[in-house]
């Protein structure tokens, strides 16, 4: 079975820190795929960054970053230099990488609170 | 191009009542997800359809059904609504290419309360 654990419940930073939401996954495939999405207060899931298992580069994008660690099943979000609007909602997911059976387990989500 | 739509956004319903809900897909995506969003239960996969085939289903009473449309447009329905089903019902679409499932990308959700 598929378990995704996203331990930070809530998270509140000053406007401009940077801030880390961890994400750490349990899976026996050996090819996965991890998903951070971001929900605002309007409900939508927003896609931010899809990745498989066999690719360990870390990635940044603008403020955004992951740094995935397999040793750990880990694939942690940073996102450098806060704004007010990054304050959501942020979920970690994971899926398998068989064909016809690709379903999202999300984790619990981690409410970020960006304080001017 | 279009994203996710889904209809209605918002909806009151009684119990015993039954709902059907409506999700448009972005334009060439032939795969459509649902999933329900509730404080307790968090994010919970629902089932998929694919080419107008249910493939993936998950744990879920028989109340819970779908069905998807030679265009791609895909129903959910809930039949009997229990106080329970008050929930955020997310559709997702994505495509798939020679390497598998591409991203699943989410439209805006309808809101379902039940009373």
């Known amino acids: 079975a598929q378990k995704v654990t996203q331990a930070q419940t809530e998270i509140s930073v000053v406007e401009k820190e940077d801030v880390t939401l961890d994400c750490v996954y349990e899976?026996?495939?050996?090819?996965?795929?991890l998903f951070w999405y971001k929900q605002p207060p309007s409900g939508e899931l927003v896609f931010l960054i899809r990745?498989?298992?066999?690719?360990?580069q870390n990635e940044i994008s603008g403020r955004y970053s992951w740094n995935f660690q397999k040793s750990t099943s880990s694939f942690n979000f940073t996102i450098t230099a806060s704004q007010v609007v990054d304050s959501a909602v942020y979920f970690c997911?994971?899926?398998?990488?068989?064909?016809?059976?690709?379903?999202?387990?999300f984790g619990t989500g981690t409410r970020l609170t960006i304080i001017p | 191009k279009a994203g996710v739509t889904q209809t209605p956004r918002y909806l009151i319903k009684t119990r015993g009542q039954q709902v059907t809900l409506s999700c448009s897909p972005i334009?060439?995506?032939?795969?459509v997800s649902w999933y329900q969003q509730t404080p307790g239960q968090g994010l919970q996969f629902l089932f998929e359809?694919?080419?107008?085939?249910?493939?993936n289903k998950g744990n879920f009473p028989g109340r819970f059904s779908g069905r998807q449309f030679s265009n791609s447009r895909s129903e959910m329905n809930v039949s009997t609504l229990e106080l329970g089903d008050s929930a955020l019902y997310l559709c997702?679409?994505?495509?798939?290419?020679?390497?598998?499932?591409?991203?699943?990308?989410f439209g805006p959700g309808t809101r379902l309360l039940v009373l």
């Open positions: 334009s060439g995506h032939r795969s």
């Open positions: 990745r498989n298992s066999f690719d360990e």
């Open positions: 359809y694919f080419s107008e085939t249910q493939r």
């Open positions: 997911a994971l899926s398998r990488g068989d064909f016809g059976n690709e379903k999202l387990t």
């Open positions: 899976t026996r495939d050996t090819t996965y795929y």
């Open positions: 997702a679409s994505s495509t798939y290419t020679a390497g598998g499932q591409e991203t699943q990308y």
